[in-house]
C-alpha cells in the first residue's frame, strides 16, 4: 500500500442549525481514486470546500503528506497542492481560458502579470488534454463541455497532491467523459490521490478504487470498489433497501395530444416532427448541447426565434407566449431547477401555486384558502419533505427543491407534462420517487415528454426515444427496438447517419 | 481566429467612438474655427481631466458590480477639508495637500468598502446613504459658510494653473491616473481579479480571491480618486461649499457607461472610459461655442447617454451560440 | 410578500418614539394643526416612493421620476396657455407621465437595458426637456382648483371644519391602500414579486414578466404626473428645475421601509410607514431649525444604520 | 422673545451672510427679538417652503424671505399670514398676495442704469456685452436684465451690444465654465456683466486665468471681499452693491414693524428701518433701500473688511 496523502479526522461543520458534516473521517492514499458518494445534501460538497479552504472548518483536523494543515482561504489549499474542479462552474467569461486557468495564482514576472508565460503554459497543459481551442480564446466563446475542460485543465495545470472532482462529468457527453477517465486515469498513475463525487454509479465502477459513502454528515461506509455492488451502495447512502429504482409502466398510449411538426430554429434546432399521445412518455435523448431544452422552450412559447405547428388536442395553438401553452394544458419542468424552476425566497405554497395564480383568484383578489388547500394535496400526493407550507424553497433539499417544482405544474391538471433532466442532481432515493411520480401520471392519462441524458432512464421508461444531435432529429426508436447501444450510436453520430458528425467526433475519440 | 474575432469587435467599439468624437469636433469645427484650436483643446481637456479620475475610481468599482453613487459628496467633503487646512495653515506644502487628499478621500471610500463587504450590503444602498452622509459633514465642517478665492491656499489654487511641458498640470494628473489604471488593470494581479470577481463572484471565492479584500481595496481607490479630484476642483475654480459638485455622480457614472464599461460587471477598459470622458468633453465644450442654448446641454447629453448604452447592448449580445451546422460549412 | 413583518413592526416602534420625543421636546408638535400641516412637505413624495417600493420589488428601479413629475408640469403650464381647463390640464399630466413612463418601460423591456442606466439616461433627458422648453421662465397662474387640490384641507372641502386633513395626505393614503392592496392581494402584485425573486423562473411560469414590468414604468410615471398637479397646485409655479432630487428621496423611502434593493422583498406597510417616519422626523427637525442638509445627513446615516443594525443582531444572535 | 425668522435662497452664500450680521444688529437693538437664520442648502422652492412650514409650526412672530421663486412660495406664505405670522420679502420678492412689503435693496431701474454705466466706464462707447446671470429663475436678476436691456436701448448708448445672455446657477462652477464659452463664441467680446456675487467673481476669475485681463472686463454686483482680488488684478474696474449688512438690518427693523402693529402693509405707509431711515410703501407694497454703490480700486480694500 503507498502512503497516506491526505488525511481528515472528527471534521464538523454547521450552517447555522444545519449540522451539514458530523464527524468525519476519510483517508486517502498516493494513486487512488477515492469515489465520494452519498444522496443530495449529505455533505460531500460541503467537505471539498473545506479542503479547498472556501469555507472554514468548525471542528476537526486536516493531516497532508502527515503535516497538520489549517486552510483559511482557497490560495492556502492550493498552495499545499490541494485543487478542486466544483460542482458549480467555477468560470470567468470575460476573461481569456488562460487567465481563467491562472486566477488566483497569476504567474508575475517582477510586479507585474506575465501574460506571454500564462499563456504559454496554458497552451501546453490543454494540449495535454486534447482541447481543440487556444489559450486565448475568451471562455464565453466556449461551449458548455470546452469549459469543463477548463475547469480540469486548471486543476491539472499545477503540481497537486489531491485533486477533488466534484460532479465533474454532469455536462459532459458520452465521448468527453470517456476522455475524460483517461484523466482521471492518468493522474492517478502519476501518484495522485483523487477524490471522485459523482451519482451516477456506473462512473463509479469505471473509475474508482475505493468509496467512503455519507449519510446526513456522516461516513456511513468505505471499503474497496471491487468489493462492492451498487445494491450496497445504494442501502448505504439510503439507509434502507431501495431494490427497484425503476418502476413498472402500466399504461398504453391511446389518442394524440400534441403533434408537433417543422419546428425550426436559426441556429438551434431544425425540422422536427414528432407527435405525443395519452399516456406515452416520450423519452428525448441527446448529448449535452443537442438542442433539446432549446426545443422543448420552443413548444412553450419560452424561444422567440423559433417557428413551427403545434396541435393541442386538435386545436391549433399558437406558441408565443408561455401562458398559452399553460393554458393549452402543457406543463414544462425546467431543466435549471434553481434558475429556472423555483423562487428560493418564495415559500414552499407560493410556489407551488406561482403558475396558475388565477385559479386560486376571487376577481382579482388571491385566496389563501384555495391556495393551501392545493399546497396540502400536493405535498401529500408528492410526499414533500417540508416543515411547513411557509417553510422557504431554499430550506428544502435537492430532491424535495425538483418535488415542489413538479408541484407546481401537476397542480395545474396539465395534460401534457415535458420534464426537462427532471433526475439531475438528486439522488436515488429522490430519483425513485420521480419515476415513481412518472408512472402515476401516464396511468393517469398524462402525455409525458421526458428530456434527458440518463440512458437507462430513458430505456427503463420511454415507450418511444426520439434522438437529437446537433439541432436534428436523427432517429427515433419505439418498443423492442429501444435499445442503450443503438441510442448512443444515433446520438454520437456512429451509426453512419451524419458524415459531418463523425469528423466532428474524430477529435474526442 | 476566435479570439481575432472577439478582439476585433471590442476594439471596433472604441474605434466607433473614437470617430464620432472626431466627427462632432470636426463639424463643430467647420462652424466654429476657434474649436479646432490648441488653445480649445487645451480647455477640453483641462475640463475632462477631473472627470477622467473620477471616472478611473467609479471604472473599477463598476466591474466588480459596485456602483459609488457618494464620489461626488467624497469630493467636495474632502476639497472641503484640503481648504479648510489650507486656510488654517498658510505654510503647508502642496505635496502635504495632495496626501491628504488622497488620504482623506481614501478615508471615506473604505468606510463604503468596509460597510459592504462588513455588513454584506448592496453598494447602491450604501453609497446612497454616505452620498447625503459626506454631504451634510461638508456643512458641519465648514458650519455651512463658502471658502472662497482669498480664503484658498495659494498652492491649491496655483496647481491646475502650474503647466509643465507645455500641458496643464490638471492634465498631467489626468494622465498619471490614467496611465496607473491601466497598469493596475492589465498587469496588476490585483487588477485582474476586479475582472474576475466582477464578471462571477461567487466563483471568485473558489480560487482563492479574497473577495472582500479586493472590494475594500477598489472602494478606497476610487475615494482616493475622488478626493484628488475634491483637490484640484477646489483649486481651479477656487471655491469650497457644501452644494460643490453635487449631482455629478451621475455624469461620472454616465461617462463610464458611455465608455462601455457595464454596469453588470466584469466589462470595460481604461481606454474606453477615456474616450467616454473625451465625448462627454467634446460635448459640453461644443454647445456653448455652436451658440446651442445652453438650456440644450442636459438633454443632449440624456439622449447621447441613452443611445450609447444601446449600442453598447446590441454590439455586446452574445452572437448566438450555434450548434446547427452552418450551410456550406462542411468539413 | 407578507405585509406585516417585523421590519415593519420596528418601524411602528420607531415612529411612536419619534412622536413621543418630539412631542415632549418640541411645543406644538403634537397640535393638530402641526401634524396636518407636516404632512405638506411629504406627501407628494410619498406618493412617488408608493411607485417606486412596486419597481423596486420588481427589481427595476425608476431614478427619472422626479424629472418626470417635472415634465408633467410643464404639460400642465402648456395646456393651461393653450386655453385647457382643469380637467384638459390634469389630463395633460396624466398623459405626459404615462408617455414618459411608457418610453423608459420600452427601453428597459425591448432593448433588454439595466434600468438603471435607463433611467440616468431619462433623468438628463427630461429634465433637460424641460430646461429647454421652459429656459429662463416659470409657469403660473393655474386655475383655482389646482391651488385648492394642494393646499386644502379635505374639511373645508366636504364642510366638516374640524376636519384638517389636507386633501394631499388624503390622497396619498388612498393611494397607499390601493397600491398596498394590488402588491399583497392580488394576483398581479404575487407576480410582481415573483418577477423581482427570479425573473427566469416567473417567465418559466407564464407570467408575462415583460408587459408586468413596462406597466410599472408606465404607472411610475402616473404617480408622477399625480405628484406633479399636487405639487404645482401647491406651489402654484411650473420651474425647470421643480422636485430636483426627489427621486433619491423617493429610494430613501422605500428602502428604509424595508423593501429590498435587489427585489423581490418588502412591502406597502413598510414603505408608508418610512413614509411618515421620515416626514415626521425631517419636519421635526427643521422645527429644531437643524438645517435641511445637516437632515439630510442624518437620514443618510439612519439608512445605512437601518441596514446595518439588523445584520449586526442576526449575528449576535448566531453567537449566542 | 419675538422669533424673527430670516429665510435666505441659500444657506453659505456670503452676500446673505452679510444680510445675517445685520439682521442680528438690528435684533440686539430691538432687544426680545430672536433671529433666526436659515435656508435650504440648494436654491430651491421646495426646500423654503419646506422651511416656511416648519416655522409656521414653531409660531414665528415674522418672516423675513428672499425667495428663490416669488410664486411658489406664495400659498404657504399665505398660510403664515392666515396664522398670524407677519411676511415680509427682501432682495428677491414674493408674489404680492404672500407678503405683506417687499424691500428692495435698491430701485430696479437704478441698478438696471447702474450695470450700464459701470460697462461704459469700463470698455467704452462701443463693443460686444454678456450678461451672465444667476439662475435662470431667479426673479430679482431678471428683472435687473430687463431694465439694463431697456437702457441699452437707449440711444446713448447704442454702440453697446448685448451678444447673449447665459445663467451659471449661483454656481461657481458652472458660472466659471460658462464665462469661458461666452470667450470661444465671441472673440470680440469687451465685457460681461454678472449681477449676481457669484457669478462676478467666477466670470473675474476666469477672465485671469483666461489671461484675458485688459481685454475683458468684467463687471456687475460683487461683494468688495471677494472681488478686492480682481480689481487688484484689472479683471474689474469697478462694481457695485447696496450694504448687505444694511440690507439684513433694514428688512428685520421693517419686520418688527409689522409685528409691534405699527405698520399694516398698506400702500403709503412709512416703514421706519432704523438707523437706515425710512421708507414708503408704494402701490405694489414695496420699497427701495437705498442706491446702489459703486467699488473700485481707491475705496474697495476699505469695505473688504466688513462683508
Ligand atoms: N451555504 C450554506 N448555507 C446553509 N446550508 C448549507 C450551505 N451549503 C450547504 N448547506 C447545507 O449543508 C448540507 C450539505 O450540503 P452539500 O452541498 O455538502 O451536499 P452534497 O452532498 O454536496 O449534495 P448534492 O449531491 O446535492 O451536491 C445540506 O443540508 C445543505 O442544505
Ligand atoms: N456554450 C454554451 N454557453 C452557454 N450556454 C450553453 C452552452 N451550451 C449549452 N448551453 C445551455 O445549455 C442549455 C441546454 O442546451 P440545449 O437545449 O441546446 O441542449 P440539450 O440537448 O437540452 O442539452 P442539455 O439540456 O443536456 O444541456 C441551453 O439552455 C443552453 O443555453
Ligand atoms: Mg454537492
Ligand atoms: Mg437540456
Known amino acids: 500500500m503507498s502512503e497516506v496523502l491526505l488525511s481528515l479526522c472528527g471534521v464538523h461543520k454547521s450552517y447555522g442549525a444545519t449540522r451539514a458534516l458530523r464527524g468525519v473521517d476519510l483517508e486517502l492514499r498516493a494513486g487512488e481514486v477515492l469515489a465520494l458518494v452519498g444522496e443530495n445534501g449529505a455533505g460531500k460538497s460541503t467537505l471539498v470546500k473545506m479542503l479547498t479552504g472556501v469555507v472554514p472548518m468548525d471542528e476537526g483536523a486536516i493531516q497532508l503528506k502527515g503535516q497538520p494543515q489549517r486552510f483559511t482561504n482557497a490560495q492556502d489549499s492550493q498552495a499545499a497542492g490541494i485543487l478542486a474542479v466544483h460542482q458549480e462552474t467555477v468560470m470567468f467569461e470575460e476573461l481569456s481560458v488562460a487567465e481563467n486557468i491562472f486566477v488566483g495564482r497569476h504567474l508575475m514576472r517582477g510586479p507585474f502579470v506575465h501574460w506571454a508565460a500564462m499563456n504559454a503554459q496554458a497552451q501546453t497543459v490543454l494540449d495535454d488534454i486534447g482541447a481543440r481551442f487556444t489559450a486565448t480564446t475568451l471562455v464565453k466563446d466556449l461551449s458548455l463541455a470546452e469549459r469543463h475542460l477548463v475547469e480540469i485543465a486548471r486543476a491539472l495545470s499545477q503540481k497537486a497532491l489531491v485533486v477533488i472532482l466534484d460532479e465533474p462529468t454532469a455536462a459532459l457527453s458520452q465521448a468527453e467523459i470517456r476522455d475524460f477517465y483517461g484523466i482521471v486515469r492518468k493522474l492517478r498513475d502519476q501518484g495522485v490521490g483523487v477524490i471522485f463525487i459523482t451519482h451516477k454509479f456506473d462512473e463509479i465502477f469505471a473509475v474508482a478504487d475505493r468509496y467512503l459513502v455519507l449519510r446526513d454528515g456522516a461516513a456511513v461506509g468505505t471499503g474497496a470498489i471491487a468489493d462492492a455492488t451498487e445494491q450496497e451502495l445504494v442501502r448505504l447512502m439510503a439507509g434502507r433497501e431501495i431494490d427497484q429504482i425503476y418502476p413498472h409502466i402500466h399504461a398504453t398510449p391511446g389518442d394524440e395530444v400534441l403533434t408537433v411538426k417543422n419546428l425550426s430554429h436559426p441556429t438551434e434546432f431544425q425540422g422536427l416532427h414528432f407527435s405525443l399521445r395519452r399516456g406515452e412518455i416520450l423519452g428525448f435523448y441527446g448529448l449535452v448541447g443537442s438542442g433539446r431544452s432549446e426545443a422543448m422552450l420552443a413548444i412553450m412559447g419560452l424561444n422567440p426565434q423559433a417557428s413551427g405547428d403545434f396541435t393541442v388536442l386538435g386545436q391549433k395553438l399558437d406558441a408565443k407566449r408561455p401562458g398559452d401553452a399553460i393554458a393549452a394544458g402543457i406543463a414544462y419542468v425546467p431543466e435549471e431547477r434553481q434558475r429556472q424552476g423555483g423562487i428560493l425566497s418564495f415559500s414552499v405554497q407560493d410556489n407551488i401555486s406561482l403558475a396558475g395564480l388565477s385559479r386560486f383568484a376571487t376577481g382579482p383578489w388571491l385566496s389563501a384558502i384555495k391556495e393551501s388547500a392545493l399546497c396540502q394535496r400536493m405535498t401529500e400526493r408528492l410526499h414533500i419533505k417540508t416543515a411547513s407550507p411557509h417553510t422557504l424553497l431554499s430550506g428544502l433539499s435537492g430532491g424535495n427543491q425538483q418535488k415542489v417544482v413538479i408541484a407546481k405544474w401537476l397542480g395545474l391538471d396539465p395534460k401534457i407534462v415535458i420534464l426537462d433532466e427532471p433526475t439531475k442532481g438528486i439522488d436515488v432515493g429522490a430519483k425513485q420517487a420521480v419515476y415513481q411520480l412518472i408512472a402515476e401520471m401516464v396511468k393517469e392519462g398524462l402525455a409525458v415528454i421526458l428530456v434527458s441524458s440518463e440512458l437507462p432512464e430513458v430505456t427503463h421508461l420511454a415507450h418511444r426515444v426520439i434522438v437529437m444531435r446537433r439541432g436534428l432529429q436523427v432517429a427515433e426508436f419505439a418498443g423492442e427496438a429501444i435499445q442503450a447501444e443503438a441510442i448512443v450510436a444515433a446520438a454520437s453520430g456512429l451509426d453512419g447517419s451524419s458524415e459531418h458528425a463523425l469528423a466532428a467526433m474524430g477529435a474526442h475519440a | 481566429m476566435n479570439t481575432l474575432k472577439k478582439n476585433a469587435r471590442t476594439v471596433r467599439r472604441e474605434w466607433l467612438l473614437l470617430l464620432i468624437i472626431v466627427v462632432i469636433a470636426l463639424a463643430v469645427g467647420a462652424r466654429a474655427p476657434v474649436f479646432l484650436t490648441w488653445r480649445n483643446g487645451l480647455d477640453i481637456a483641462n475640463d475632462s481631466a477631473i472627470l477622467a479620475i473620477l471616472v478611473m475610481g467609479q471604472m473599477l468599482v463598476l466591474l466588480t458590480r459596485g456602483i459609488d453613487l457618494s464620489a461626488a459628496s467624497n469630493l467636495a467633503l474632502t476639497g472641503m477639508a484640503c481648504a479648510l487646512v489650507g486656510k488654517a495653515f498658510p505654510g503647508v506644502d502642496i505635496v502635504v495637500l495632495i496626501a491628504l487628499a488622497l488620504a482623506i478621500g481614501a478615508l471615506l471610500g473604505s468606510i463604503n468598502g468596509w460597510l459592504i463587504t462588513g455588513f454584506?450590503?448592496?453598494?447602491?444602498?450604501?453609497?446612497?446613504?454616505?452620498?447625503?452622509?459626506?454631504?451634510?459633514?461638508?456643512?458641519?465642517?465648514?458650519?455651512?459658510?463658502?471658502?472662497?478665492?482669498?480664503?484658498?491656499?495659494?498652492?491649491?489654487?496655483?496647481?491646475?494653473?502650474?503647466?509643465?511641458?507645455?500641458?496643464?498640470?490638471?492634465?498631467?494628473?489626468?494622465?498619471?491616473?490614467?496611465?496607473?489604471?491601466?497598469?493596475?488593470?492589465?498587469?496588476?494581479?490585483?487588477?485582474?481579479?476586479?475582472?474576475?470577481?466582477?464578471?462571477?463572484?461567487?466563483?471568485?471565492?473558489?480560487?482563492?480571491?479574497?473577495?472582500?479584500?479586493?472590494?475594500?481595496?477598489?472602494?478606497?481607490?476610487?475615494?482616493?480618486?475622488?478626493?484628488?479630484?475634491?483637490?484640484?476642483?477646489?483649486?481651479?475654480?477656487?471655491?469650497?461649499?457644501?452644494?460643490?459638485?453635487?449631482?455629478?455622480?451621475?455624469?461620472?457614472?454616465?461617462?463610464?457607461?458611455?465608455?462601455?464599461?457595464?454596469?453588470?460587471?466584469?466589462?470595460?477598459?481604461?481606454?474606453?472610459?477615456?474616450?467616454?470622458?473625451?465625448?462627454?468633453?467634446?460635448?459640453?465644450?461644443?454647445?456653448?461655442?455652436?451658440?446651442?442654448?445652453?438650456?440644450?446641454?442636459?438633454?443632449?447629453?440624456?439622449?447621447?447617454?441613452?443611445?450609447?448604452?444601446?449600442?453598447?447592448?446590441?454590439?455586446?449580445?452574445?452572437?448566438?451560440?450555434?450548434?446547427?451546422?452552418?450551410?456550406?460549412?462542411?468539413? | 410578500m407578507k405585509a406585516w413583518n417585523t421590519w415593519e413592526r420596528v418601524l411602528l416602534a420607531l415612529l411612536v418614539v419619534l412622536l413621543v420625543v418630539f412631542g415632549i421636546s418640541q411645543p406644538g408638535f403634537m397640535s393638530a394643526d402641526t401634524l396636518a400641516d407636516s404632512t405638506f412637505n411629504f406627501s407628494e413624495k410619498g406618493i412617488l416612493a408608493l411607485a417606486m417600493a412596486l419597481l423596486i420589488v420588481c427589481g427595476e428601479i425608476d431614478l427619472s421620476i422626479a424629472a418626470i413629475l417635472a415634465l408633467c408640469s410643464l404639460a400642465m403650464g402648456y395646456a393651461m396657455r393653450a386655453g385647457a381647463g382643469p380637467v384638459g390640464i390634469g389630463a395633460a399630466a396624466v398623459l405626459t407621465g404615462c408617455v414618459a413612463g411608457a418610453v423608459n418601460g420600452v427601453l428597459v423591456t425591448r432593448y433588454k437595458l439595466p434600468s438603471i442606466v435607463v433611467t440616468i439616461g431619462t433623468l438628463s433627458l427630461y429634465r433637460g426637456l424641460a430646461l429647454v422648453a421652459l429656459g429662463d421662465q416659470s409657469i403660473s397662474g393655474y386655475p383655482e382648483v389646482f391651488s385648492t387640490l394642494g393646499n386644502a384641507y379635505i374639511g373645508e372641502v366636504i364642510g366638516v371644519r374640524w376636519l384638517i386633513i389636507p386633501i394631499e395626505f388624503v390622497l396619498l393614503m388612498v393611494f397607499a391602500v390601493a397600491v398596498g392592496l394590488f402588491l399583497h392581494r392580488t394576483v398581479m402584485g404575487r407576480r410582481v414579486y415573483a418577477i423581482g425573486a427570479n425573473p427566469v423562473a416567473a417567465r418559466f411560469s407564464g407570467i408575462e414578466a415583460d408587459r408586468y414590468r413596462f406597466l410599472l414604468f408606465v404607472f411610475a410615471g402616473l404617480m408622477a404626473a399625480v405628484a406633479a398637479i399636487l405639487l404645482t397646485g401647491r406651489i402654484g409655479s411650473t420651474r425647470p428645475n421643480i422636485a430636483m432630487g426627489w427621486e433619491l428621496d423617493a429610494i430613501t423611502m422605500v428602502i428604509l421601509g424595508g423593501v429590498a434593493i435587489e427585489g423581490g422583498r418588502g412591502s406597502i406597510v413598510g414603505t408608508m410607514l418610512a413614509v411618515l417616519l421620515l416626514g415626521l422626523f425631517t419636519f421635526g427637525m427643521g422645527m429644531a431649525n437643524v438645517t435641511g442638509i445637516v437632515m439630510s445627513m442624518v437620514i443618510g446615516i439612519l439608512l445605512i444604520v437601518s441596514m446595518v443594525l439588523p445584520r449586526l443582531l442576526k449575528r449576535k444572535g448566531a453567537h449566542a | 422673545a419675538d422669533k424673527i425668522a430670516l429665510v435666505v435662497k441659500s444657506l453659505g452664500n456670503g452676500f446673505f451672510d452679510a444680510a445675517n450680521q445685520g439682521a442680528q444688529e438690528a435684533a440686539k437693538e430691538l432687544k426680545n427679538v430672536e433671529v433666526i437664520y436659515t435656508g435650504p442648502a440648494k436654491a430651491t422652492a421646495e426646500g423654503q417652503i419646506e422651511i416656511v412650514n416648519s416655522l409656521i409650526a414653531q409660531k414665528v412672530s415674522a418672516i423675513v424671505i428672499s425667495a428663490n421663486d416669488p410664486d411658489a412660495l406664495a400659498p404657504s406664505l399665505k398660510r403664515a399670514m392666515e396664522r398670524g405670522i407677519k411676511v415680509i420679502s427682501f432682495d428677491s420678492g414674493v408674489r404680492k398676495d404672500g407678503r405683506m412689503m417687499q424691500l428692495n435693496a435698491s430701485s430696479n431701474a437704478l441698478i438696471g442704469e447702474k450695470l450700464v454705466t459701470m460697462t461704459q466706464d469700463a470698455i467704452g462707447n462701443t463693443g460686444e456685452v454678456a450678461i451672465l446671470s444667476a439662475t435662470a429663475q431667479a426673479t430679482n436678476q431678471n428683472i435687473w436684465i430687463e431694465e439694463a436691456k431697456k437702457v441699452l436701448a437707449q440711444p446713448a448708448y447704442k454702440g453697446l451690444k448685448l451678444v447673449s445672455v447665459v445663467y451659471g446657477d449661483d454656481q461657481t462652477d458652472k458660472s466659471y465654465r460658462e464665462a469661458q464659452g461666452l470667450f470661444k463664441s465671441y472673440p470680440n467680446l469687451k465685457a460681461i456683466i454678472a449681477p449676481t456675487t457669484v457669478g462676478v467673481a467666477a466670470a473675474a476669475k476666469a477672465v485671469q486665468d483666461e489671461k484675458m485681463v485688459g481685454k475683458i472686463y468684467v463687471t456687475g454686483l460683487g461683494l468688495p471681499s471677494e472681488m478686492a482680488g480682481h480689481v487688484k488684478s484689472g479683471a474689474v474696474k469697478s462694481f457695485a452693491i447696496w450694504n448687505p449688512i444694511d440690507f439684513g438690518y433694514a428688512a428685520v427693523m421693517a419686520a418688527s414693524q409689522f409685528v409691534s402693529g405699527k405698520v399694516t402693509g398698506k400702500p403709503g405707509e412709512v416703514v421706519s428701518l432704523g438707523r437706515v431711515g425710512s421708507v414708503t410703501l408704494d402701490a405694489n407694497s414695496e420699497a427701495p433701500m437705498a442706491k446702489p454703490f459703486t467699488y473700485d480700486a481707491s475705496n474697495v480694500e476699505k469695505f473688504a473688511k466688513f462683508f
Open chain 2, 120 to 331: 454584506n450590503l448592496p453598494p447602491i444602498v450604501v453609497t446612497l446613504g454616505t452620498l447625503s452622509a459626506y454631504r451634510g459633514a461638508i456643512f458641519v465642517a465648514s458650519k455651512g459658510a463658502w471658502i472662497s478665492d482669498q480664503d484658498i491656499h495659494v498652492a491649491i489654487k496655483g496647481l491646475p494653473r502650474e503647466v509643465w511641458l507645455g500641458l496643464p498640470a490638471l492634465v498631467w494628473f489626468a494622465l498619471v491616473v490614467l496611465a496607473l489604471s491601466a497598469v493596475f488593470l492589465n498587469l496588476r494581479c490585483a487588477g485582474r481579479e476586479i475582472y474576475a470577481l466582477g464578471g462571477n463572484p461567487h466563483a471568485a471565492t473558489y480560487v482563492g480571491i479574497n473577495v472582500p479584500a479586493r472590494l475594500r481595496l477598489v472602494y478606497t481607490l476610487s475615494g482616493a480618486l475622488a478626493g484628488l479630484a475634491g483637490l484640484l476642483w477646489v483649486g481651479r475654480y477656487s471655491i469650497a461649499y457644501t452644494e460643490l459638485a453635487a449631482g455629478y455622480e451621475l455624469t461620472v457614472v454616465a461617462a463610464c457607461v458611455i465608455g462601455g464599461v457595464s454596469i453588470g460587471g466584469g466589462v470595460g477598459s481604461v481606454l474606453g472610459a477615456a474616450l467616454g470622458v473625451l465625448f462627454i468633453g467634446v460635448v459640453n465644450g461644443a454647445l456653448p461655442v455652436i451658440q446651442v442654448s445652453p438650456f440644450w446641454q442636459q438633454a443632449i447629453s440624456g439622449a447621447v447617454i441613452l443611445i450609447s448604452v444601446a449600442v453598447n447592448a446590441r454590439s455586446q449580445r452574445r452572437a448566438g451560440r450555434q450548434i446547427l451546422e452552418r450551410q456550406g460549412a462542411a468539413a
